[in-house]
């Protein structure tokens, strides 16, 4: 078995993930590092929020930095950051997108495309017993209507 199908596949896969996972974090949803907060807020400390800070690096420029907080109820926190929910989302993002994958590839080999069925029910229809013996006697036709 060759290994540079599968290598390429994997790369345009995790690429694929990455990609959701930027545009997903970044662009469209940021406070879905909420959901990676089981894996990183403890019991004393279980709100998370997201923070956005924006600052002007220069003049023009505008730098904006995503930050996940636990918070417990007296105020105080604990900073997660950003690089840990993004791999953890990243990770989510790539096993859906391979769960995706494998139940499409799945069901095209189980289920006979177009083609195959189509050349089975003509193979079928025009398939005759060529062993067959001759019918005996007149076959019937059924009622003749008379034309006068």
């Given at each position: 078995?060759?290994?540079w199908?599968v290598?390429?596949?994997?790369?345009?896969l995790l690429?694929?993930?990455?990609?959701?996972?930027i545009?997903?974090?970044?662009?469209?949803?940021?406070?879905?590092?909420?959901?990676?907060?089981?894996?990183?807020?403890?019991?004393?400390?279980?709100?998370?929020?997201?923070?956005r800070?924006?600052?002007?690096?220069?003049?023009?420029?505008?730098?904006?930095t995503?930050?996940?907080?636990?918070v417990?109820p007296?105020g105080?926190h604990?900073?997660?950051?950003?690089?840990?929910?993004?791999?953890?989302l990243?990770?989510l993002?790539t096993?859906?997108l391979?769960?995706v994958v494998?139940?499409?590839?799945?069901?095209?080999r189980t289920?006979?495309?177009p083609a195959?069925?189509?050349?089975?029910?003509?193979?079928?229809?025009?398939?005759?017993?060529?062993?067959?013996?001759?019918?005996d006697?007149?076959?019937?036709a059924?009622?003749v209507?008379?034309?006068?």
């Amino acid at each position: 078995m060759r290994l540079w199908p599968v290598a390429l596949a994997l790369a345009v896969l995790l690429f694929a993930s990455g990609m959701v996972t930027i545009l997903t974090t970044m662009a469209i949803w940021p406070g879905e590092a909420k959901l990676t907060a089981p894996l990183f807020c403890d019991d004393a400390r279980s709100d998370p929020y997201v923070v956005r800070d924006t600052y002007s690096v220069q003049p023009g420029e505008t730098s904006m930095t995503f930050t996940l907080y636990c918070v417990g109820p007296r105020g105080d926190h604990d900073e997660v950051g950003w690089a840990r929910p993004f791999m953890a989302l990243w990770a989510l993002h790539t096993a859906v997108l391979v769960a995706v994958v494998g139940a499409v590839a799945v069901r095209r080999r189980t289920r006979p495309g177009p083609a195959t069925a189509a050349a089975a029910t003509t193979a079928a229809a025009t398939t005759t017993p060529t062993d067959a013996p001759p019918p005996d006697g007149p076959v019937d036709a059924g009622p003749v209507d008379a034309v006068t």
